[in-house]
């Protein structure tokens, strides 16, 4: 499937993974890019050395291209972009808004830029600078999120710039890429999806924990870094809601100081990233010390395992899965239904045909595409 965004980074199919903190590493990238799409790794959670080496094992295992998203206001900023510039690496997305200068790095260099944007102005703001995409998620994707869903946002940013549009929150069918398309969009990123197939790194416990997960099982709280951040809904994140100022406080500079440990910053690098998330956020101390602690609180539960002890960033959408499969084969799937899904459409000028059906006093059993879908399984197609 042929698009704008396709065209633009180079893959089979306009259909992005996107940027997970200890989930998008080389494995699941370069699982994806084999699948035909595009691979995004999250940068946040490493440090130079293990972004150069994630970037060298994404390269042995396949030739397609791929992108590394980078927090704009991480005080390596520049750096992390340098080394993107010196490793060839095909585009470079932003978490949260990216300053003018890192843009005209990166155009100065060849790589391609991609900022995540919740509002139409966001949008307008940085395609002004030059950059080559956006990417636009909704209130129903996970991580941090606005308030408006993709429905409403997103055709709001396609009539107001003129680069390619990619749609995330919400999608994980061949259904939602139809209907991406159809507003306007150039492909669709998902993470959630992404994180519940075969490749993902995360352990079994925690996928379970999303599988079993409802629509509602997602709850967005401002408790975890100061921000919107929907996450999944389990006893430590309500222990986290209920939780006053004061020990919300001690909770954030204990995980912060842990979190300075494991990403070998020095005092002075942790100072100076609080002082870009308050530039940049217009928040209190308070809250970049929240911030800071969240890779702490997303690696309890992603790497180590022990979602009792963190959060975990999900979708809406988490209610909606029932498999693992592997990126291969969902990507495979998704382009199928888009398919048929084209297919089922009707042409301009002839109505929707509507399925047949047995006359209302007839014995006979409804056909099976008639039939409501039974309740999908759990892990149903996985095993």
């Not at 699982?31 to 094992?57: C, H, K, P, Q, Y």
């Not at 991580?143 to 396609?158: I, M, R």
């Amino acid at each position: 499937m042929r698009t704008a965004l396709t065209d633009l980074l180079g893959c089979r199919h306009p259909i992005v993974q996107t940027g997970m903190g200890y989930v998008a590493g080389a494995g699941l990238v370069s699982a994806v890019g084999e699948a035909g799409g595009f691979g995004i790794v999250a940068s946040a959670t490493m440090n130079l050395t293990e972004l150069r080496d994630t970037i060298r094992e994404i390269r042995a295992r396949t030739a397609a291209p791929f992108g590394v998203n980078v927090r704009a206001d991480a005080p390596d900023a520049r750096q992390r972009i340098d080394l993107l510039i010196r490793e060839n690496v095909r585009l470079a997305s932003f978490a949260l808004a990216p300053d003018r200068e890192l843009i005209r790095r990166c155009a100065g260099a060849g790589v391609l830029t991609m900022p995540s944007v919740g509002a139409r102005r966001h949008a307008e703001k940085v395609a002004g600078w030059g950059v080559d995409a956006v990417l636009v998620q909704g209130a129903e994707g996970g991580g941090h999120t606005g308030p408006v869903p993709t429905t409403l946002l997103l055709p709001q940013v396609v009539d107001a710039v003129d680069i390619p549009v990619v749609a995330a929150g919400g999608f994980f069918d061949g259904r939602g890429l139809v209907a991406a398309l159809a507003y306007g969009a150039a492909g669709i990123a998902m993470g959630t999806r992404f994180l519940l197939t075969a490749e993902s790194p995360v352990g079994p416990l925690v996928k379970q924990l999303y599988l079993d997960a409802g629509v509602t099982g997602t709850v967005v709280t401002t408790k975890v870094d100061g921000v919107p951040h929907r996450v999944l809904r389990t006893p430590y994140t309500r222990g986290l809601e209920r939780s006053g100022s004061i020990a919300a406080l001690l909770r954030a500079t204990r995980h912060a100081l842990a979190f300075r440990r494991l990403a070998g910053l020095s005092w002075p690098e942790l100072i100076s990233a609080g002082c870009g998330a308050r530039h940049r956020g217009g928040g209190s101390w308070a809250q970049t010390l929240r911030a800071a602690s969240t890779p702490v609180l997303l690696r309890a539960a992603m790497v180590e395992g022990r979602p009792e002890y963190g959060v975990m960033s999900a979708g809406q959408v988490t209610g909606l899965l029932d498999d693992l499969p592997s990126c291969a084969a969902l990507v495979d799937r998704i382009l199928a239904e888009a398919a048929a899904t084209l297919t089922r459409l009707p042409a301009p000028d002839q109505p929707a045909a509507p399925p047949d059906r047995p006359p209302a006093d007839s014995d006979q059993p409804p056909a099976a595409s008639d039939r409501p879908p039974a309740a999908p399984g759990r892990l149903r197609d996985a095993r």
